[in-house]
């Protein structure tokens, strides 16, 4: 693990957004440093989506500052968060099952040599990435369509690699996947934070959270309700923050074992 130090890669100050009379965001502040995994939760409608979409350019925020390497930068449309070096990874994946590995590495920056595209080299590339991050295909030919859930979401998770981004953000990856496939996901996450990239983990399974998370930050009605670093928290004190109280069932169950060990 990347010891977390120094200017935050990216940061949020102020950050707030507006649908109409519904504020989605208020006030939101998050730190992301390279090196290091930021898990993102929070209950269904706590603004997690809205967050991640204002950081990738599809919202621009109605108030507060986005910071790249310490300087604000305006991020109008999803080209210019890739371009600053941000890479999303959505949870529907928009992989194309007719294309091969390969096809959906490169879907968009297909590599040409002499105006032909450069079928070797992308081939040669997809390879290296993949061996890089010790992914585990059968063939870099293979269809998408043949793939485990898994597989398809490490794909994925490759593609947004190709731009060479220093952080990347992931929409519950391990959402409808099973035991061995979540932890091959989350040994690719673990991965990124070694090779320096700072990752912004969006889960509801805190499970997940709790395994590769360094740093948890939690939303509650579209603000902020607490900045954990994993080392200090327990599951116990993450969820009483989602849920905005104390008393919940995770706590009283916990507080049943106890009496009944006294």
Known sequence: MVAV???PVLALRGVSKRFGAVQALTDIELEVHSGSVVALVGDNGAGKSTLVKAIAGVHQPDEGTIEWDGRPVTIHRPQDAQHLGIATVYQDLALCDNLDVVGNLFLGRELKRFSVLDEVGMEKRSRELLDTLS??????RIPIASLSGG??????????LIGRPKVVMLD?????LGVEQ????LDLVERLRDQGLG???IS?????????????AVLRLGRNNGVFAKSDTNQEEI????????????????ARGTEGTS
């Open 239 to 254: 969820i009483s923050a989602i849920t905005g109280a104390t008393d919940n069932a995770v706590t009283r169950r916990q």
């Open 5 to 7: 130090t120094g200017e």
């Open 204 to 216: 509801h399974n805190m499970a997940d959270v709790m395994a590769v998370a360094d740093t948890v």
């Open 182 to 185: 979540t932890a091959q996901v």
């Open 135 to 140: 992914i585990r295909i059968p063939s870099v």
């Open 199 to 201: 990752v912004i983990l």
């Open 172 to 176: 519950e990856p391990t959402a409808a």
């Open 151 to 160: 597989q398809r979401q490490v794909v994925a998770i490759a593609r947004a």
